[in-house]
Structure formats: C-alpha cells, structure tokens
C-alpha cells in the first residue's frame, strides 16, 4: 500500500529578484510531482515587491499544486507578522516556512517530513554549511543562537533558520503579539523538537529587504523579548 504523506503548506516571502521565485517554483513543482499528499504554496507579498505583471506571470505557470498569492496589508507589513498572519491560513497538516532563494532546499523536505512522523511537532533547519552568505550575518547568527540556547536552557541550535515545519497543533499555541514564535514555540515543546542538518546557498544576486540597522534593531527587540520569558519561567 502506497503511504500518505501529510498534506503540505509551504510559505515563502516574495523576492524582487529576477527569476528567484520562478526557479523556486520550478523547483517545488518538480517536488510535488513525487509528493503523496496534497500541496499548496503561500507567496507572502508583504512588502509590495511583486509587479501585477509578475504576480499574473506567475500564476500563469503551470504547476501540480496550489498556489496562492497574498497581501497581509499595512498592519501586518512586517515580514515576521506577515508570515503569523499566513500560517493561520494555511490547510495542510505540516506547515513549512522557507526563503525564495532556498529552491535547493526543498529536496531536504522529505527529512523534515521523517522527523514528523516521528513525533516532532515543530523541526528546525540546521544550517551547517552557508554559502554566499555576509561574515557578519553568520557572526550575529551565531550569538544570537548561543544567547538563547544559554539564556532558555534550550538544546537547538538554529533557532533563526528560516526553513522550519510546524504543525497545526503548534501554529494554535502562537500567541497574536509574539516576536519571536520558532523561540516560543521551543519552549513550549521542549520534547518534540528536533532539527535537520541543511546546506544552504544564498542568491549571489539577492536583493536583502532589510538594511544591517534594521537587522540589529529587530535582533534587540528579539532579546528584549527572551528576557521577558526567561523571567517568567
């Protein structure tokens, strides 16, 4: 008997650079192809990136799984609003947050799915190797993860991958107002978590959304929160 996966729901954030999404959606096509479960895909357009030209292009292409394309609105312009406001739209059974330049990386979906299957509610991405990516992103990374991990006395060590699976039990215990949900999250289930070793390989012509300031400022905000629930425990 032919095994049923769990039904699927990828979210991605929209990305101004040319041919990124459209090598993504290449590359998820090709996967859901081979998937046994129903797939849909959410293009999150947070930050008006897309031209209607693009968005119609897109949609146009021909594709084995649903795909929808969403605005959040001004209260949610934030990306990481923006993506709380999508995972509550989302209908698969697993939810998978990723970045448009990760096409790669939707071959590792399968590993993520294995660890479901055996019992994880949320499964982090470990970004062991990262390719193309700026020293200073990875040194902030890497404090910023030891500062967690020491500070919440957590065991995973990427809590800032951008590639995570969540399931609808999880995506139910997310409270409206909180910053940083993959921290919450692992708190909340501390013996169902587990993580992926993944590569990643960052598009040598991406167009970052966000500036080295407002990377640090929102990484400040971030602290401020963990403090919070560090004290409350």
Known sequence: ????????????????TPGVIEKFLECYNQFTKEYQGKTELLIIDSLKTLSIERKNHLLSLDKSFSLNMLD?????????KAILWAIKKTKGEAIITIDPDM?????????FINSLEQGSEIV??????????????????FFYNQFVRHTLKITIRDFNSPMVLITQKAIKDIPSNIMSP????????????????????????????????????????????????????
């Not at 032919?2 to 979210?11: D, N, Q």
């Not at 959040?72 to 990481?80: F, I, M, S, V």
């Not at 096409?103 to 590993?111: A, F, L």
Request: charged share 25%.
């Open 1 to 16: 008997m032919t095994r049923i996966s769990p039904a699927l729901s990828l979210i991605v954030t929209a990305d101004p």
């Open 72 to 80: 959040p609105g001004l209260e949610n312009r934030d990306q990481l």
């Open 103 to 111: 096409y790669k990386n939707i071959m590792d979906i399968p590993r």
């Open 124 to 141: 982090y991405g470990r970004r062991v190797q990262r390719n193309g990516v700026p020293f200073w992103r990875k040194i902030l990374s």
């Open 182 to 233: 993959r921290v919450y999250l692992c708190m909340q289930y501390k013996e169902k978590t587990s993580e992926v070793s993944i590569s990643t390989s960052e598009h040598n012509k991406k167009t970052s959304s966000y500036s080295f300031v407002s990377l640090i400022l929102t990484g400040v905000n971030r602290v401020t929160e963990i403090i919070g629930h560090r004290k409350k425990t």
